[in-house]
């Protein structure tokens, strides 16, 4: 057994069916706990607004609050820092003589140049970095096909996956986490402090904002479970994933997709057709494992297709005219508003106002996977940008 284990939280701020996380408490001694905020993530892009909004801000925020607070009621703790994880977690990995550092796996371009970097500073110092794939209701090796074989589109996909997909049991939360003797918790900060304006609050709709933390997260599946699946009804809409905003807390790992998917098998009456909620947690994991086959291509104008011929307008009068509200549309106008006060649009609202910005303003498409980027509580990078490429007709055929 290792006596001291790092365990970085990324995107999995929970303690429920968090794999890296109950495997360090099971293989160390004494387990440090840290989350590092990065300020580049809050950083403008090229139009001008946050990579993460206000809005997003406070929810990592809040979600990390929580975190804190579970940990310390297993009598564990949650260091907090803030600037480059890459060179954070190697510097406390030195300090505090750790073994390991255990983290999650992300699979998007800058995150996984983030873990390579940090990587390399920890062997400078004999450190080992133990990554775990746990974002995906199964693990990569699991596919009854390797990812350069990945279908061509969800419907292929899902009838592919149909007879193979086995979705382990979620694990439980560690019963205890033993600090070290000495360590410096640090204090979590407020947005001033990782670089946003705490004035791009001011008019948000907070009646309408999610709470993060894993704390609600569980809350709000309960509800869902209750009002739906335990009465053998069907949501309102095909898309209760994005609908009921679980989505939200599972952006951030507050909740995990094999825990959603768990409870909803458990609770679903014997005789129950397909739930929407498990075809919804299969097309994010579509996304995830598009990103993972294509990489950057998602991120680019001619997408996953490398589709060359469309010719799209980078003209910011008229982009701007989306982003403000203020199109000939007054419907997308309403919405528009919607997400810049509330951080949530329901998936179809969502497909309308994108569909506006590419087929009608025919605006470079990326630009409205950025907006949504800053804007949505629920982003996650390789499902946002996935539906964007769809909606652009350069995604799945």
């Keep these: 057994m290792a006596q001291r284990i790092i365990y970085w939280f990324r995107n999995d701020l929970r303690l429920r069916d968090n794999e890296a996380l109950f495997s360090a408490v099971a293989s160390a001694s004494e387990i440090l706990p840290v989350y590092v905020f990065d300020p580049r993530q809050f950083d403008k892009t090229r139009l001008g607004f ?6 997003r801000g406070q929810f990592l925020i809040q979600s990390v609050v929580d975190l804190r607070n579970r940990l310390r009621q297993k009598g564990g703790d949650l260091l907090i820092r803030i600037g480059e994880p890459e060179k954070i977690i190697a510097r406390l990995a030195e300090e505090y003589n750790a073994e390991y550092v255990y983290t999650s796996k992300e699979i998007a371009p800058e995150e996984t140049r983030i873990e390579s970097s940090l990587s390399k500073n920890l062997k400078t110092v004999n450190i080992d970095i133990k990554l775990f794939w746990m974002d995906t209701l199964m693990h990569a090796t699991s596919l009854p096909f390797p990812i350069a074989k990945l279908p061509a589109n969800f419907v292929s996909f899902a009838t592919r996956i149909e007879n193979a997909l086995k979705v382990k049991e979620p694990l439980p939360e560690p019963g205890k986490v033993t600090l070290p003797a000495d360590y410096d918790a640090g204090s979590i900060p407020i947005l001033a402090q990782i670089g946003v304006d ?3 609050m001011e008019n948000a709709d907070e009646q309408n904002i999610s709470q993060g933390g894993e704390s609600v997260a569980l809350t709000v599946l309960e509800k869902y479970l209750a009002d739906y699946i335990k009465e053998g009804k069907s949501y309102e809409s095909a898309d209760p994933l994005t ?3 679980l989505s939200d807390w599972l952006s951030l790992g507050c909740i995990s997709a094999r825990y959603i998917y768990s ?4 609770v679903q009456p014997a ?3 397909d739930v929407a909620m498990l075809e919804n947690l299969l097309s994010r994991d ?8 294509f990489g950057p291509r998602m991120f680019k104008p001619s997408g996953v297709q490398h589709q060359f011929l469309r010719r799209w307008q980078n003209d910011n009068a008229l982009y701007e005219t989306w982003t403000n509200g203020q199109t000939a549309d007054s419907q997308v106008n309403t919405l528009m508003k919607k997400l810049k006060q509330t951080g949530f649009l ?3 609202e969502r497909t309308l106002c994108a569909d506006y910005l590419v087929n009608v303003l025919n605006i470079n498409w990326t630009w409205g996977a950025m907006y949504f980027e800053s804007h949505l509580m629920d982003y996650e990078g390789s499902v946002n940008w996935g539906r964007w490429n769809n909606i652009a007709g350069v995604g799945e055929n």
């Design 286 to 293: 579509y996304f995830h494992w598009t990103l993972l086959r």
């Design 346 to 348: 329901t998936s179809d």
């Design 50 to 55: 946050r990579r993460t909004g206000a809005m």
């Design 271 to 273: 005789d129950a057709e």
């Design 243 to 245: 609908d009921t905003r």
């Design 263 to 266: 409870q909803v098998k458990k």
């Design 198 to 200: 705490p004035d791009e």
